[in-house]
């Protein structure tokens, strides 16, 4: 009996050490990366539980872990804030993954970013290309961001020398302020300065009254401007972005705005400043401000632009990055680590789409000769768009008597006109 009882227990410990040998085998050639081809898809099963996971590594390049895989079968998106990325750098030869890392991917047929944000968008600024997106056209309270629009409002409607001499009216708003006090003096600039580095709502209100004479006036031109870009989902009535039910944008058009007001060099050189002294009447030393946009620290070739949190609206940040000669503006409202998926998503961006200028400025495109006499048609204005690698641009040029144009397009659509320019 003793006997029996011996080899049933060595029988259930060998088992049991098989089971464990199987297990971790098969783990291990489920979830283990190695150096597969960029966009690679693994589906396998384990324990009942199904995972998918995207290889959105390009795993020949240590510097680059965050890559992207593109356009593998037009759905993939963007990875979740919840990687652990420096695990990843540290790891990459020999990484193993569980199912909750699996998860932080998502799969090639999903249609949202895997991210906490509640909107969110990735645009190229000179083209307006939307490169991700998820509900950008939902209509949400967006905080502080606001100041980007009061920003572009003030650039179009004052000089930036303008002295503006503060009313007590723009004393003691509540929320974020650089404490300025009725009756001192400072610049337009100044005032720029103070608002999107420290998001100063008392510098919010003191360039409303000095652009529009009142906070009313000024919201209706807010509205003007944003409308004349083609953003009409949004809506504002106060300059500094404290909530209220009928101040509302979209990620959308966030971005839109902002890609716009990021061509103004004024507006270009004051977020990308991360720190700065500015007047500070009565005192014999300036008011020093240092940006709240972490970003401009915390990754290389950020330049802008604006964060934002009221309890309403949650975390709202507006981050912009220029590399290779493409600059990428991305929105997120209402996310809890807006600076980290901002990074992530940026990230995706320049690993994936590359800028490229089918259309030089000042092209010759073509010669149509009338009585033996030469017209030579140029393209006066440059065009350059954003693509991934399984992507084609190409160009139509057409020289008729009535049209004369050059026509863009992207993998066989056309996605811009431009009118030639004749010259003899």
Request: glycine share 6%.
């Amino acid at each position: 009996m003793k006997k029996l009882l011996l080899i049933a227990c060595v029988t259930l410990v060998l088992f049991s050490l098989f089971t464990l040998f199987f297990v971790a085998n098969e783990h291990k050639s489920v979830f283990s990366f190695t150096k597969r081809a960029l966009g690679e898809c693994v589906e396998r099963s384990f324990e009942e539980k199904r995972c998918t996971i995207s290889t959105c590594f390009n795993l020949t390049s240590k510097e680059r872990i965050l890559d992207f895989a593109p356009g593998i079968e037009g759905n993939f998106k963007p990875l979740s804030a919840g990687w652990d990325t420096s695990r990843l750098r540290n790891g990459i030869d020999n990484f193993d993954a569980d199912c909750t890392m699996a998860g932080a991917f998502l799969s090639k047929n999903s249609k949202n970013f895997a991210t906490t944000a509640k909107s969110c968008v990735v645009m190229e600024r000179d083209s307006g290309r939307i490169l991700f997106e998820k509900d950008c056209y939902k209509q949400l309270p967006m905080a502080s961001t606001t100041k980007i629009v009061t920003a572009l409002t003030v650039l179009n409607n004052a000089s930036l020398d303008d002295v503006v001499v503060i009313p007590k009216d723009a004393c003691g708003i509540e929320g974020s302020s650089v404490y300025l006090r009725a009756g001192e003096k400072l610049t337009v600039k100044e005032l720029l300065y103070g608002l999107m580095l420290r998001s100063g709502n008392d510098c919010a209100v003191a360039l409303a009254l000095h652009v529009g004479g009142s906070i009313q006036n000024f919201a209706q031109m807010m509205n003007q401007t944003v409308k004349e870009l083609g953003c009409n989902n949004s809506n504002f009535v106060n300059p500094h972005g404290l909530h209220d039910d009928n101040h509302y944008t979209t990620a959308r058009d966030l971005a839109v705005i902002t890609c716009n007001v990021l061509q103004n060099k004024d507006f270009a050189e004051i977020v990308a400043t991360k720190s700065v002294k500015i007047a500070n009447d009565g005192y014999d030393y300036p008011r020093v401000l240092t940006n709240k946009n972490k970003l401009l620290n915390n990754f290389a070739d950020a330049d802008g632009v604006k964060t934002g949190y009221t309890k309403k609206a949650g975390r709202c940040f507006v981050g912009s990055a220029t590399k290779n000669g493409m600059q990428v503006v991305v929105v997120v409202l209402n996310c809890g680590p807006m600076f980290e998926e901002t990074a992530q998503m940026l990230d995706v961006a320049f690993a994936n789409y590359k800028k490229v200028c089918i259309a030089p400025q000042n092209k010759l495109c073509g010669v149509v000769y009338k009585k033996d006499k030469p017209i030579y048609y140029y393209c006066n204005e440059s065009f350059a768009y954003p693509i991934t690698t399984n992507e084609k641009l190409t160009r139509k040029i057409t020289l008729g008597e009535q049209n004369q144009t050059m026509e863009v397009l992207l993998n066989g659509e056309v996605i811009k006109t431009i009118q030639l320019t004749a010259m003899e």
